[in-house]
């Protein structure tokens, strides 16, 4: 069964739907993303579930803050990260389901 697609919607969508997909063409700000989606995390617990380094963590976070993709909120000397829009948690949960096998 083929799919059809109105593309005329698609092209007034499309520059978010790049920006999107763009967010996710890199495993480090992917693996950021799908933390993200589980819960609002800071740089330090970040670090720490994803086991990136600290100037790649800071270079990834600020390209996803660029590219408006997550919201920050300030807690004293913490910056919390959160996901902007749960269309990206939507995505994220289809790719978990396609390409993470479930264990039986």
Do not use: W
């Amino acid at each position: 069964m083929q799919a059809e697609f109105k593309i005329e919607e698609m092209r007034n969508s499309a520059e978010s739907v790049v920006t999107t997909l763009k967010s996710l063409a890199n495993t480090d700000r992917l693996l950021i993303l799908c933390h993200l989606a589980q819960e609002e995390l800071n740089v330090s617990q970040i670090e720490e579930r994803t086991q990136i380094s600290q100037p790649t963590l800071s270079q990834q976070l600020m390209m996803l803050r660029k590219s408006e993709v997550v919201h920050t909120r300030r807690a004293g000397k913490q910056i919390f990260y959160s996901i902007k829009d749960q269309k990206l948690i939507d995505v994220l949960a289809t790719l978990y389901r396609l390409y993470c096998p479930q264990s039986l």
